[in-house]
């Protein structure tokens, strides 16, 4: 498996027109937009920051996995993403190292890019994101 990078930090947030005046006013990083992603039950925002971005987390839902992350720990860091060069590969290489996967295929994530998350049984209680851009 290549990781390229760190791809964004994952941020759950109650508001991101709230938490954008913190990310952009005061940090002064540029606001690139905002997505919702259905699938998921969140829209995302995104901050660049040198190769890097920051990704704001706002639960469509009361039932949304950003909504649960933030009722049992409150706002904060939710996850990290790693870019890697071949998703498919990757999720094969931690399978059989006995990685519990909570995706075992690819899904679609914000911005059109491959995404799979590592179970944080596994992880020490991190949330991993491998990410795949075109």
């Given amino acids: 498996m290549k990781i390229l990078k760190i791809d964004h930090l994952g941020i759950a947030v109650n508001s991101i027109d709230q938490a954008r005046s913190f ?63 071949n998703i498919d590969g990757a999720l094969a290489e931690l399978k059989a190292k006995g990685v519990r996967l909570i995706d075992e295929t690819p899904r679609i994530g914000a911005g059109g890019a491959r995404i799979a998350f590592l179970h944080p049984k596994d992880t020490q209680g991190v949330l991993v994101e491998l990410c795949e851009r075109q």
């Avoid at 006013?25 to 969140?42: I, W």
């Avoid at 971005?53 to 409150?74: C, F, N, Q």
């Fill in 23 to 85: 990310w952009s006013d005061v940090l002064g990083l540029p606001f690139e937009g905002d997505e919702t992603v259905a699938e998921q039950k969140v829209t995302t925002a995104f901050f660049p920051v040198g190769e890097s971005e920051v990704e704001l987390l706002e639960s469509t839902a009361p039932d949304g996995p950003v909504a649960k992350y933030i009722d049992k720990r409150g706002q904060g860091i939710q996850h990290v993403a790693f870019r890697v060069e």
